[in-house]
């Protein structure tokens, strides 16, 4: 089928296209700029110039494909402290995308996180099956889902904070290594044992690959390989690399050590992806979080 992707030339995106193409998709991908083109084509891509606030592109885009993987989202403006703008400049690209696709039976994938499952006080270990009323980014993955009414086959993505391999240049993974280098220590908060779940780039890219060609319509998947690792063990294996210790960080400090990070580090996020591997029939076959810190990829400079 002919798939349009958004986020193409992205950490995502440049693993997702390749995939596709082996399994014999055809591919547009958007691309905002002309370094974003040039890897877009060089992926093996066709090249759709456009941003997520061309919403006639985006809806002239989704009408011409077979289907339309939504990777963009405007993380330069999430770490600026413009989350609000980021957000609804996400909301108005799916609602176009999904007006375009609406009663066609044509699949839509869209992407949410794993964190997102906190928000709702989850205190135990986040399932496929469990949904958020409202929130951040959780308005767009509903909105996503109760595309499955309007004769879309629509399903959602939800990704781990850290999707990792060496295509990860931007992601939580690399800031978390910026800050250490910065602050001269590899921090946690409180005694270190809240979970965060993690996949790496190759295995997420897999599963929206399977959800394009066979989710059900309504369906909420997990890209999620190791199910919690404790946040002093991601700790330890940067500051290990760094030659930096790992330590708590009082809480007067969080903020200062965390930057935009600050709000999620304390976060305990443990999350199955049991349902996604027995719908897709999808197993991780790539180097989990620590293993793939330990072959020294992410403190190349």
């Not at 989990?288 to 992410?298: F, R, T």
């Given at each position: 089928?002919?798939?349009?992707?958004?986020?193409?030339?992205?950490?995502?995106?440049?693993?997702?296209?390749?995939?596709?193409?082996?399994?014999?998709?055809?591919?547009?991908?958007?691309?905002?700029?002309?370094?974003?083109?040039?890897?877009?084509?060089?992926?093996?891509?066709?090249?759709?110039?456009?941003?997520?606030?061309?919403?006639?592109?985006?809806?002239?885009?989704?009408?011409?494909?077979?289907?339309v993987?939504?990777?963009?989202?405007?993380?330069?403006?999430?770490?600026?402290?413009?989350?609000?703008?980021?957000?609804?400049?996400?909301?108005?690209?799916?609602?176009?995308?999904?007006?375009?696709?609406?009663?066609?039976?044509?699949p839509?994938?869209?992407?949410?996180?794993t964190?997102?499952?906190?928000?709702?006080?989850?205190?135990?270990?986040?399932?496929?099956?469990?949904?958020?009323?409202?929130?951040?980014?959780?308005?767009?993955?509903?909105?996503?889902?109760?595309?499955?009414?309007?004769?879309?086959?629509?399903?959602?993505?939800?990704?781990?904070?850290?999707?990792?391999?060496?295509?990860?240049?931007?992601?939580?993974?690399?800031?978390?290594?910026?800050?250490?280098?910065?602050?001269?220590?590899?921090?946690?908060?409180?005694?270190?044992?809240?979970?965060?779940?993690?996949?790496?780039?190759?295995?997420?890219?897999?599963?929206?690959?399977?959800?394009?060609?066979?989710?059900?319509?309504?369906?909420?998947?997990h890209?999620?390989?190791?199910?919690?690792?404790?946040?002093?063990?991601?700790?330890?294996?940067?500051?290990?690399?760094?030659?930096l210790?790992?330590?708590?960080?009082?809480?007067?400090?969080?903020?200062?050590?965390?930057?935009?990070?600050?709000?999620?580090?304390?976060?305990?996020?443990?999350?199955?992806?049991?349902?996604?591997?027995?719908?897709l029939?999808?197993?991780?076959?790539?180097?989990?979080?620590?293993?793939?810190?330990?072959?020294?990829?992410?403190?190349?400079?």
């Open positions: 089928m002919q798939v349009f992707v958004t986020g193409a030339s992205g950490h995502i995106g440049s693993a997702l296209i390749p995939d596709l193409l082996h399994h014999g998709h055809e591919v547009v991908g958007l691309a905002r700029s002309g370094g974003s083109a040039a890897a877009v084509e060089a992926l093996g891509a066709t090249v759709r110039r456009g941003s997520l606030d061309d919403l006639d592109v985006l809806r002239e885009a989704a009408t011409a494909s077979d289907g993987i939504h990777l963009a989202f405007k993380h330069e403006e999430m770490r600026s402290g413009d989350f609000e703008g980021a957000i609804a400049t996400d909301q108005r690209a799916l609602g176009v995308i999904g007006e375009a696709l609406a009663g066609s039976g044509k839509l994938v869209g992407t949410s996180g964190l997102m499952l906190t928000f709702n006080g989850l205190e135990r270990t986040g399932t496929e099956s469990d949904v958020v009323e409202a929130g951040p980014r959780v308005d767009a993955e509903n909105a996503v889902i109760a595309l499955a009414d309007r004769g879309v086959r629509s399903s959602i993505v939800r990704l781990p904070p850290i999707v990792h391999s060496s295509l990860d240049h931007h992601g939580f993974l690399p800031g978390l290594i910026g800050f250490a280098r910065r602050n001269g220590v590899a921090g946690y908060v409180g005694d270190g044992a809240n979970r965060w779940p993690a996949v790496h780039t190759l295995d997420a890219a897999r599963v929206y690959r399977l959800a394009l060609e066979s989710a059900p319509a309504g369906s909420r998947l890209a999620v390989a190791d199910q919690g690792i404790p946040f002093r063990t991601l700790a330890e294996a940067i500051g290990r690399h760094l030659d210790p790992a330590a708590t960080v009082p809480p007067e400090e969080i903020e200062a050590t965390f930057d935009y990070l600050a709000f999620f580090v304390s976060l305990d996020n443990p999350t199955s992806s049991t349902l996604t591997r027995e719908l029939d999808w197993e991780p076959t790539h180097p989990g979080l620590v293993d793939d810190i330990d072959e020294g990829h992410y403190f190349e400079e």
